[in-house]
């Protein structure tokens, strides 16, 4: 079905059903108990774990296939804010145009970069993509200030010349982003007891973008380019003896990861109309490769698992404070609560990035291929139970003498 076979069918499935329902899987706490403080099912989180998600997905095409390490990929996310940002200043509101030109600038610009990036490989490799993001973050601060906003970043403003729609509604304000008319800050909530669940129009049209940029990586990393793209990570010298050149073929995946970095870009700007240079600087990129080890680099799912960890960490743990610590610790003695409170105070808020590198240092040690290593050992663990218990069968009574 649809191109793909039964394993890669069934992670599909897994995938839409994931995003389908996530506005009830975020949401496992009724908001009367403390640990709904854990609860994640709001649009702005739902919106920014489909976007990384996209984001690492484009970045694993050309890390986990090829093996090139990109620690500028946060250049091809920033165009393709601003591109977007533009579409909206200049045409219309209307999404659709947003995402397109985002995607076409974030191409041009990694084929530029990669054509020459990619004359090196290893560490130089990643040295000059890193130099090319920081350039391009240092003109859009600075140089290109008329274009990007600087410091401030690109905006709307009610004197853009949109051609397509109005510059200003008839309550004065800037139009909202939308999708032939549907806004995507649109929301339903749906109250059922002490749960309550937020359905966003935003965050579905980005699970519906996500399905697609899905399918297109699975249907690629099954292709006969995506095993070219294989060799060249397995051994490209050897590739090379064979008369095959494998330049295209990852000049084609860098080009391919970049325009899914330019259309996470673009998504941003259909959630919030704000591009700012601060998308573009290097500790964006190497967030994006955290993603991919977190998840486990060269599979399908893993870089979706590992952007939802890590954007789930910072949204819920940085937003823990003292006091709620000692609230969930206020039927313990009074020094014990107040240790408790230090010992975790370092991990929480401001602190969450120690409570990241704590979590990468264990799945680094202990499961080196990721979180989908890790649900791999627990399936074989079951499945090694399951064919031992088969394999024994029932009990057989001993027979009697004589028999």
Do not use: C
């Not at 004197?159 to 929301?187: C, K, W, Y």
């Not at 998308?279 to 698992?305: H, N």
């Amino acid at each position: 079905m649809l191109g793909l076979n039964k394993a890669d069918l069934r992670l599909f499935l897994i995938v839409i059903a994931l995003l389908v329902f996530a506005p009830f899987i975020m949401n496992p706490f009724p908001e009367s108990v403390g640990l709904a403080q854990f609860n994640g099912g709001y649009p702005d989180l739902l919106q920014k774990l489909v976007i990384f998600g996209i984001f690492a997905v484009g970045f694993n095409i050309l890390f986990g296939l090829t093996g090139y390490l990109s620690f500028g990929h946060a250049a091809f996310l920033g165009i393709g804010s601003y591109a977007g940002v533009w579409m909206m200043k200049l045409l219309t509101m209307n999404v659709i145009p947003a995402l397109i030109v985002s995607v076409i600038t974030a191409g041009i610009l990694s084929l530029i970069i990669g054509f020459v990036a990619l004359r090196r490989s290893g560490i130089y490799f990643s040295i000059l993509t890193l130099a090319f993001a920081q350039m391009f973050y240092s003109l859009a601060y600075s140089v290109l200030t008329p274009i990007t906003g600087g410091e401030s970043g690109l905006t709307l403003s009610l004197e853009d010349p949109r051609i397509l729609g109005v510059s200003q509604t008839e309550s004065g304000n800037i139009p909202v982003p939308h999708i032939f008319g549907l806004e995507m800050s649109a929301s339903t909530t749906w109250n059922v007891g002490d749960w309550s669940f937020t359905f966003n129009v935003g965050y579905y049209f980005a699970a519906i973008v996500m399905v697609g940029a899905m399918y297109l990586a699975i249907r690629l990393f099954r292709s006969p380019f995506g095993l070219m793209l294989r060799a060249v990570k397995s051994n490209q010298a050897r590739m090379s003896y064979t008369g095959l050149n494998a330049r295209p073929y990852t000049l084609a995946a860098f080009v391919i990861s970049g325009m899914y970095a330019g259309l996470a870009g673009g998504l941003m700007v259909a959630m919030d109309p704000l591009a700012g240079a601060e998308r573009m600087l290097w500790t964006a990129s190497g967030e994006v490769v955290l993603m991919t080890i977190l998840g486990g680099a060269g599979t399908l799912i893993g870089p979706i698992l590992g952007a939802g960890l890590i954007k789930y960490l910072e949204s819920i743990i940085s937003t823990i404070n003292d006091a709620i610590l000692h609230s969930w610790f206020a039927a313990l003695p009074g020094w014990l609560e107040n240790t408790l409170v230090f010992i975790l105070h370092p991990f929480i808020g401001k602190g969450w990035h120690l409570t990241l590198g704590i979590v990468f240092m264990l799945v680094v040690i202990f499961l080196p291929g990721g979180i989908v290593e890790g649900g791999k050992r627990i399936g074989n663990l079951f499945r090694r139970k399951r064919g031992r218990e088969d394999q024994t069968g029932p009990a057989t009574p001993a027979p009697k003498p004589g028999e």
